[in-house]
């Protein structure tokens, strides 16, 4: 069993629809990425946190530690913000690596 | 360069044959991560270094994967033998130092093995 669960697997939205991305981790964690990964394969750190919420742009990232969940959302979704979104863990067990769940493919149609 | 950089970009060898995948890391970051994503499946961790000292190799998938880090910076990851199933893309990562720390990744290198 993965340690970090992301739900949905895929997702299909139009443009300017509201979006949630679920990330669920089955240990404790000190923080959490979200991460962006474009066709091409490139990879951007979007937010790193370990509680209560971040906000960039359109971007908003929750995360509930006592639940041991987190969630991405994207307000007014885009074309553009087609691409994997993928959760990662720096688990608690003071490995400072991270683990990832196997992500989100959003596809935005116009 | 601002960024991590990795080299190549593109590596196609044949079975057998032995690769070297470069990694220099954002200038200043102490701490190194290599991962593997191959196709069709997540991410999965390699190994990372503090420094010039990799505290954790648990990741390496087999003993024909080693890593080295040279002056706290450039980063060499090595594939002795090379066999299909290590098709991949290799990432690097970066950070200030090991642990609760934003990573900044490369563009990875795309490793084909025929």
């Known amino acids: 069993k993965n340690e970090v669960e992301q739900s949905p697997q895929n997702l299909t939205a139009q443009e300017g629809e509201f979006i949630t991305i679920n990330c669920s981790y089955s240990?404790?964690?000190?923080?959490l990425h979200w991460l962006q990964q474009h066709p091409g394969g490139g990879i951007v750190s979007l937010f790193m946190l370990s509680s209560g919420k971040k906000k960039h742009g359109r971007l908003i990232a929750t995360i509930n530690i006592q639940e041991k969940h987190s969630s991405l959302h994207i307000t007014a979704s885009h074309p553009r913000d087609s691409a994997v979104y993928i959760c990662a863990a720096y688990l608690q067990t003071g490995a400072n690596n991270l683990f990832f769940g196997t992500g989100t493919r959003l596809t935005v149609i116009p | 360069g601002a960024g991590v950089s990795q080299s190549p970009s593109n590596k196609v060898t044949e079975k057998g044959k032995d690769v070297e995948l470069r990694c220099d890391p954002i200038s200043g970051h102490t701490a190194l991560y290599w991962y593997r994503q191959s196709l069709g499946q997540g991410l999965e961790f390699l190994i990372y270094f503090q420094g010039n000292s990799a505290p954790d190799k648990s990741g390496l998938p087999s003993d024909r994967f080693s890593a080295e880090r040279t002056g706290g910076s450039v980063s060499t990851l090595t594939i002795q033998r090379t066999q299909q199933e290590d098709s991949a893309v290799y990432l690097c990562?970066?950070?200030?130092?090991?642990?609760?720390?934003?990573?900044?990744f490369g563009p990875g290198t795309r490793l084909l093995v025929l």
């Open positions: 990562a970066s950070s200030l130092v090991a642990g609760e720390e934003t990573q900044y």
């Open positions: 240990v404790g964690i000190s923080a």
